[in-house]
């Protein structure tokens, strides 16, 4: 339990820090060294980073960095995603969307790099680009898709908010993050609800997961502000393609940490 709790402190830490909720982190690490059904791991990875969003999004929030209208906006179609996304898994092969999603981290992780931050202030109404209708509907469609992937992967689905709000609404990194880490929570609960039903949830596991990943969310929230924006980019770029590699070879049985 003991061991559960550190991973679970590491993948909160580093999931506020960069806005992803640490899913990615965990799942693998579930599976890999405690012998998890992935099932199950995706459903206890959907809960731990829940906790993630609540310990890192109050920190944001008092700091400023969150934008909070945006969020709530986004987070109209992602919920609505992520109960689809929970649906799906019990009834699809999850094998052909995590290569279509390994190409998308790939291709996003190349985009980040190329796109100059030119940026680093913590507050986004000042930087926030006008959105036309069409780039609005554009948004909104692709929060759906990753509250799906979201519940697919058990990966929080900021994997996909911080590249769309980064690069698509041009928002400084940091605000980016922030905001996701606070989408996540809602997401990641409506994403839960399918697999509660399905009672696939191992609790003991769970709840020293889900108390480490609170506490090491609080501290990346808190590092957050400490750390240069170029650092925070490329953090999350690593583990785009760390992500990337790891679903694509998942497909062919093939498990990294």
């Given at each position: 339990?003991l061991?559960?709790?550190?991973?679970g402190?590491?993948?909160?830490?580093?999931g506020?820090?960069?806005g992803?909720?640490?899913?990615?982190?965990?799942?693998?690490?579930?599976?890999?060294?405690?012998n998890?059904?992935?099932?199950?791991?995706?459903?206890?990875?959907l809960?731990?980073?829940?906790?993630?969003?609540i310990?890192?999004?109050?920190?944001?929030?008092?700091?400023g960095?969150?934008?909070?209208?945006l969020?709530l906006?986004?987070?109209?179609?992602?919920?609505?995603?992520?109960?689809?996304?929970?649906?799906?898994?019990?009834?699809?092969?999850?094998?052909?969307?995590a290569?279509?999603?390994?190409?998308?981290?790939?291709?996003?992780?190349?985009?980040?790099?190329?796109?100059?931050?030119?940026?680093?202030?913590?507050n986004?109404e000042d930087?926030?680009?006008?959105?036309?209708g069409?780039?609005?509907?554009?948004?909104?469609?692709l929060?759906?898709?990753?509250?799906?992937?979201?519940?697919?992967?058990?990966?929080?689905g900021?994997i996909?908010?911080v590249?769309?709000?980064n690069?698509i609404?041009?928002?400084?990194?940091?605000?980016?993050?922030?905001?996701?880490?606070y989408?996540?929570?809602s997401?990641t609960?409506?994403?839960?609800i399918?697999?509660?039903?399905?009672?696939v949830?191992?609790?003991?596991?769970a709840?020293?997961?889900?108390?480490?990943?609170?506490?090491?969310?609080?501290?990346?929230?808190?590092?957050?502000g400490?750390?240069?924006?170029?650092?925070?980019?490329?953090i999350?770029i690593?583990?785009?393609?760390?992500?990337?590699?790891?679903?694509?070879?998942?497909?062919?049985g093939i498990?990294?940490?």
């Open positions: 339990m061991l559960i709790a550190i991973c402190f590491s993948a909160g830490m580093l506020s820090l960069i992803i909720g640490g899913g990615i982190i965990i799942v693998p690490i579930l599976v890999l060294i405690f998890l059904p992935i099932k199950s791991a995706v459903a206890i990875s809960i731990s980073v829940c906790a993630t969003s310990g890192g999004a109050s920190r944001y929030l008092v700091s960095q969150t934008d909070f209208r969020g906006f986004l987070e109209t179609t992602t919920v609505a995603g992520a109960i689809c996304g929970g649906l799906i898994a019990i009834l699809v092969n999850q094998s052909i969307i290569i279509m999603f390994s190409i998308l981290l790939f291709y996003t992780a190349i985009a980040m790099i190329k796109k100059k931050e030119n940026v680093d202030d913590f986004s930087t926030r680009a006008e959105s036309g069409l780039i609005k509907y554009i948004v909104l469609t929060s759906f898709a990753g509250g799906i992937l979201s519940s697919l992967l058990g990966v929080g900021g996909i908010k590249p769309i709000m690069l609404l041009k928002l400084p990194i940091k605000v980016s993050a922030a905001t996701s880490t989408m996540i929570g997401t609960a409506a994403g839960s399918v697999y509660l039903i399905k009672g949830i191992d609790y003991q596991v709840a020293p997961l889900i108390l480490g990943t609170y506490l090491g969310s609080g501290i990346g929230a808190k590092l957050s400490r750390i240069y924006s170029n650092a925070i980019k490329y999350f690593i583990v785009l393609l760390y992500s990337a590699v790891t679903i694509a070879l998942k497909h062919f498990n990294l940490l």
